[in-house]
């Protein structure tokens, strides 16, 4: 059964409106909701007696979507999810993950989702994943990401996480081993207001000659939030990573960056940047000279750096 | 008695040719070489049982130098010493430290100091700290020094670390607390060889309003050294921080680079940058085409990066 609710949810976290074009899988509130496998891109149950599905892409696959939203709209639901991708060789994928809690009751709501991508020769994969949570009760939304990458000789991955809104406590684990000539660019919007708490974990492992890893990590942490960020990443090769963390503190909050770059190879080559600071006022003024109201600015401008 | 090992480790430590200007204390082989009192800078025996003085800086004292400079030259000397500065107001001293081994026996060598300073309203302190070793037997060469700082009303403090050569083993830890206005400022060099390890911890607490602090890092591990650091600073007022940690990696070595910036003020501005890699090739080129051999150009530029 299809509620408005629902509608709302898949599109803030899926940019969905109807049914996705590809395969999909829809979880809502512990169920199935809809899957389509496709000729290439296979989406089965798992057999291991956990929750969550498998999905096969075959050799070759190029230019095809995958979207596998989750949403929860009951008060109360808790789930840990395993989600495995074995994605074949010379692929070219899209694979839209998300998770959208609405939980207007007293109890906790909490999606755990657990996905780890084998990623072939040569292929390309890019993964989103949105998440939001709405609702006016007294339960906590609270979602614990963990995304765990290998990619093969050659293959990539363009990672890009955003959690919006509404999300009261959230701890991310990313982890990223990438072999001869692979690249994993990670980047990370990541926005808490409220009380609440983000923890992001992140390890980038660089294993294989010429392997590249970038993270460029964006937050904001308003009201009495605080947001604690640990990117690591650690060249045991001839390699190149790059960390960028760049943070916008306002009200009562706090934020912690500790970035890691570990090298064990002479030919690694790692670099990291951490800012973290308020609105500059000159921006502000920019705008308010231009007509806008200094809550419209300040809108204006976390809008931009979040984008 | 002065020997011809204490004449050299004494000018590698500390620039010392002769005696010292000024106040001065020191510390040879658990033992005292020589202490000079001024007028205005009062040195003494601790009190409280532990091995270390006690150095008294009187209020508007100017221009004057200390220097305490400890020197271990035989095999199997191990040692903590605590040395507390309570430094007045309006002061602008300079203290010379640092710490020379000289072990030719099989027998461990190691001197842990541990220096506290109390700087007074609006004084100046330049601190400095040489570490180095040397002797070809087999017992190991260790320090570990610590430095808590604590800074009053508009105080600063430059601090200016040094580990030459020779030392197998440190374990550095330093802790600066800013009071309002007050400046920390740590240029921190360090270069291992061989198989010694490094570890430097570092915090810097920015508590009062318009505290800065900037940390510069700089180190270079040869051959199957390995090092780590982690410096930390935390802003909890309106404030600046700023670290800056690079690092050149060479033969088998290994080099993790941790910072951290901590902001619990909507007013406090951090930054952080590391890098870590190996000597630019082209600037090896450069030098080489200039007439100089490869060890020459390396041993050139390594100059350069830790001056």
Known sequence: MDTQVDRELLEKIADLIGKPVGAFNIRKDCG????VSTEHIKIDDRTDGHAGIDIRILDGTKGETCHIPVIITKSGV???????FYIGGDCDVEIVAGCGIHNCGDQESRHDGIHTFHVGKNSHVHYSE?????GDGRGEKIMNPQTIVYLEEGASIQMDT???RGVDSTKRYTKIVCGKGAEAVITERLLTHGRQVADSDMVIELNGEDAKGRVISRSVAQDESSQVFRPCVVGN????????CDSIIMGQAKISSVPEIAANDTEAQLIHEA????????????LETLGLTEEEAEDRILKGFLA
Do not use: P, S
Request: net charge negative; charged share 30%.
């Open 237 to 244: 090769a001839k390699c190149f990573g790059h960390v960028q």
């Open 32 to 35: 199935c909701d809809g899957r």
């Open 130 to 134: 949105k998440h939001y949570a709405e």
């Open 162 to 164: 955003v959690q919006i």
């Open 275 to 286: 800012a973290i600071g308020k609105i500059a006022g000159d921006q502000l003024l920019k």
């Open 78 to 84: 808790e789930e840990t999810v395993y989600n495995d």
